[in-house]
């Protein structure tokens, strides 16, 4: 968590991802850098597109002066003005960087609409290989006490972990470790009892505070929002699938609910590098075939 990245259209709106961003940065001793798209500057003369990218610099450099004050000194606030597609250029911008997250608000207006509260939202949080944390507009994060983490029966859900391990370490978070099933079978719960053991052990190891639920139900998504509400959870972990069409990747149905309904942020993990991941797992203690 060297760079959070957030699009920023100046609404109001998209604010509430930069405060979130600034607050895990301070966090983190991270950098936040902000991105705008321009995207209509094929129908703009060179001198029009010039003048409007000297128009973005200056709110950003506004921005930057806003926040100054909350900013610490090991953080640096900085800017990128970019040209092209909206979903394109942000999730290139975040590849771009080693060790970086997307901070969305999923609710904005004006420039960058579409990726805010349309598909674009999405289509970066299944195509990325960075975590993704979206938030509603106009919340408020001042801290996060208390994590959800999901597991379900499939063998990447385990992935989240040591990434979620991190940011509870930072912040002294009790993680609340939920297993999801939907049938009766003995051999699904006894899958993830013994995920949720394995899971369980490594958050001793790593001296993380945490509970863990076993939860039934027909909807994934309605199970850990509701279990999330109860218990005033800051922050839900839960692994974005992705689902091939004939022409791109797509969000799967799970990630894809969460990230609409969720009024609490969500932390996506993008599955691109099971194989590696399900390794470095296995030497931490917290895979087993």
Request: net charge neutral.
């Amino acid at each position: 968590m060297k760079t959070f990245i957030v699009p920023i259209d100046f609404s109001d709106e998209s604010m509430t991802g930069l405060e979130l961003a600034l607050m895990l940065a301070n966090k983190n001793n991270a950098n936040v850098q902000m991105v705008h798209v321009i995207t209509s500057f094929t129908n703009i003369e060179r001198g029009s597109l010039e003048n409007e990218h000297e128009q973005v610099k200056k709110k950003f450099e506004g921005l930057i002066q806003k926040y100054k004050s909350r900013t610490s000194e090991n953080v640096s606030l900085e800017y990128i003005v970019k040209e092209g597609r909206v979903f394109k250029e942000v999730t290139n911008q975040a590849e771009s960087f080693e060790n970086s997250v997307l901070v969305l608000s999923t609710h904005g207006g004006s420039g960058l609409e579409e990726l805010f509260i349309g598909s674009n939202a999405y289509r970066i949080a299944a195509a990325t290989s960075k975590p993704v944390i979206t938030i509603r507009s106009f919340q408020t994060v001042k801290t996060i006490k208390k994590i959800v983490l999901s597991l379900d029966i499939t063998e990447q859900t385990k992935e989240k972990v040591p990434y979620t391990v991190k940011l509870a370490k930072i912040f002294n978070s009790e993680i609340h470790l939920v297993t999801l099933r939907s049938s009766n079978l003995k051999s699904i719960e006894k899958k993830l009892n013994r995920s949720s053991e394995q899971v369980g052990e490594f958050l001793k190891n790593h001296d993380v505070q945490f509970t863990v639920n076993h939860l039934q139900g027909n909807n994934f998504t309605d199970l850990t929002l509701d279990y999330a509400k109860s218990v005033n959870a800051d922050l839900i972990s839960i692994m974005t699938e992705q689902e091939k069409n004939a022409s791109n990747l797509l969000l799967g149905n799970f990630a894809h609910q969460m990230i609409n309904k969720s009024l609490i942020p969500v932390l996506s993990f993008p599955t691109h590098h099971i194989g590696k991941i399900l390794d470095n797992l296995r030497t931490q203690g917290i895979y087993y075939y």
